[in-house]
């Protein structure tokens, strides 16, 4: 019934990303590593949406300190099965 | 470490229990309960009801070690599965906690915190104002549940109306009362259709109920009240207001409602001028309520109170659904 995707953890090293529907694109990020990290986080998630093609969006990502790797791993898998869920 | 979903009542009574060393009560409206063992011993546990958490504690031996991130992963993707919007109460000291889970806080007082996660009050409500193309000039507002709508809740509706140039009516949007919200919603729409000055919204998840209020942080009844009272009032004032540049609130009466006395008397402490507060309208000398005309509807039935509600009302309730509820309502008494 719930049209939102929730992957990942909230544990050390890892981040939670969750999806859904929204009217507008609204990207909402927190990082434990804030200072340095924000805004590589920022053109990470906004370069992979772009290329996911999707607009109308809610996208949280809650993160505790991941690598790269694994920011894009949870954020691929996420719109994944948010793709999945909305087109049957 | 062992990860469970709490099912059987021995589990439950454990973690009862174990939440009774912290001072808290493990409530009755829980639905979902997950708990963390060491080799069989409980060490963190957290519930919720519906979207809604609740009964978050861990045992001091095991803090500041990710246990609990564990934890609130494992409950946030399990309440997602079914909800799209989550909220907890929490005290003040415990906000950080919450903070670093990627909740937001909606509002605080000096016992509570009230925090959401995958939602943004401030977003939510400009974008329901701005879909609505409502604009900036000031406004008088009704918030009401209309479970269902009465005569009374027009002729405070009608009386707010006319002392503004434009009044919001909130519904509340909360799907807990007998009337499903979309019903209440649509009668409302349809008794106020004929006013060009009435705008009719959803309070959308944030103005709550008593029902939903966690009980647990508090020792009596009355503290609870007002606390309850006193997040929903700050809620409205600090968000709803300044949003939709709302000047005042009129509401009814409250002679008999303990709850709702208690609720009048704090948005009057809060609101002070911009606070209304309204005769209620009386039929045989007793004031309309909404549970006044759902008790007569299950003793004797829709013809006894006609007088008490408006067209659009009495046409749902005469309805396949309506009579449903009907049905629903007199099944309710028997069963307690």
């Known amino acids: 019934m719930a049209d939102i995707i929730t992957v990942g953890t909230l544990e050390s090293s890892d981040c939670m990303v969750s999806l859904k529907p929204s009217k507008t694109l609204e990207i909402k990020i927190d990082t434990i590593v804030h200072e340095a990290f924000y805004h590589h986080i920022k053109t990470v998630v906004e370069k992979i949406l772009n290329e996911a093609e999707l607009k109308n969006i809610h996208l949280s990502l809650t993160d505790k300190g991941a690598l790269d790797y694994t920011i894009k791993a949870r954020l691929k898998t996420a719109i994944e099965r948010f793709k999945e869920a909305n087109n049957g | ?18 939440l009774k060393t912290f001072n808290l009560t493990l409530e009755k409206d829980v639905d979902t309960t997950l708990a963390l063992y060491d080799e069989n011993t409980l060490i963190a546990t957290a519930s919720a009801s519906e979207n809604i958490i609740k009964c978050v504690a861990i045992h001091p031996d095991y803090q500041h070690q990710n246990h609990l991130n564990f934890l609130m992963s494992k409950l946030i993707k399990k309440l997602t599965e079914n909800h799209r919007h989550l909220f907890v109460y929490t005290m003040p000291e415990h906000v950080e906690i919450f903070k670093s889970l990627g909740f937001k806080e909606i509002v605080q007082t000096m016992n509570l915190s009230f925090m959401e996660l995958f939602g943004d009050i401030t977003a939510t409500l400009k974008a329901l104002r701005d879909n609505q193309n409502i604009d900036k000039a000031a406004k008088a507002s009704v918030v009401i549940n209309a479970n269902p709508l009465t005569n ?40 106020l259709k004929e006013y060009d000055n009435i705008t009719v919204l959803p309070t959308m998840d944030y103005l709550v109920s008593y029902a939903t209020f966690p009980k647990y942080f508090m020792k009596n009844e009355q503290t609870i009240k007002e606390e309850h009272a006193l997040i929903d009032v700050l809620t409205f004032k600090q968000h709803y207001m300044k949003i939709f540049n709302i000047s005042a609130r009129f509401v009814g009466e409250e002679p008999y409602s303990p709850v709702t006395d208690t609720y009048n008397q704090t948005m009057k402490h809060y609101l002070g001028d911009g606070l209304q507060i309204i005769k209620r309208k009386t039929i045989d000398e007793e004031p309309i309520s909404a549970s006044t005309v759902r008790s007569l509807l299950k003793k004797n039935g829709l013809e006894s109170i006609k007088r008490y509600v408006p067209k659009s009302t009495y046409d749902y309730l005469t309805s396949d659904k309506g009579q449903a509820i009907i049905k629903e309502l007199k099944n309710y008494d028997r069963r307690h």
């Open chain 2, 1 to 18: 470490m062992e990860f469970k979903e709490v099912v059987i009542k021995e589990e439950r009574q454990a973690v009862a229990s174990f």
């Open chain 2, 152 to 191: 009374g809740h027009l002729h405070l509706i009608k009386t707010a109306a006319q002392s503004s140039k434009h009044l919001i009516v909130f519904v509340v949007s909360e799907d807990r009362s007998f009337f499903p919200f979309e019903d209440r919603f649509k009668i409302i729409k349809t008794a």
